[in-house]
């Protein structure tokens, strides 16, 4: 799982070469980006980030100009912790093109009701703000990349 952070305004990362946090802003994903300590160059990460909250999942859903990959999955769930080094393995292939976030449905049971989630794992592609599309059950690395069009 990433250390980056979603929150209102974007995602929260750490700098590779100085270790300072920086905000990626969710209107601004996909456009060089740079250290404000360092200067140097910074991509949206390339792992899952965990959403832990409703609202900072809503402003990157809804303001990402990236894709967004959503797995939503629950600590207790089989098949999401046999598919989760394939979502790890996805983010990374997609590093820069696409978000890959992770709901744990126990957690932040409010989104998964706001989308009909009654089956995990579940992933939803978002893009320009809305669902573009939904598969259920574990799926390959490779496959969840083609879901999200790359």
């Not at 990362?13 to 250290?35: A, D, F, M, W």
């Not at 394939?86 to 696409?98: H, S």
């Not at 992770?102 to 009654?118: F, S």
Request: hydrophobic fraction near 35%; aromatic fraction near 6%; charged fraction near 15%.
């Amino acid at each position: 799982m990433s250390n980056a952070q979603l929150d209102i305004k974007g995602i929260v990362v750490t700098c590779p070469s100085c270790g300072q946090k920086n905000r990626l802003h969710y209107g601004q994903l996909g456009r060089e980006s740079r250290c404000g300590k360092c200067q140097t160059p910074i991509t949206p990460p390339g792992e899952p980030i965990e959403a832990t909250d409703s609202q900072a999942f809503q402003a990157l859903t809804s303001s990402s100009t990236l894709p967004v990959l959503v797995d939503f999955w629950a600590a207790w769930c089989g098949p999401c912790k046999m598919v989760a080094p394939e979502v790890a393995r996805a983010a990374q292939m997609t590093e820069g093109k696409l978000i890959t976030a992770k709901v744990n449905t126990e957690t932040l049971p409010d989104i998964a009701q706001r989308y009909g989630i009654n089956s995990i794992p579940t992933f939803i592609l978002f893009s320009n703000g809305a669902e573009k599309n939904r598969i259920q059950g574990a799926h390959s690395a490779a496959d969840l990349v083609r879901f999200a069009g790359f």
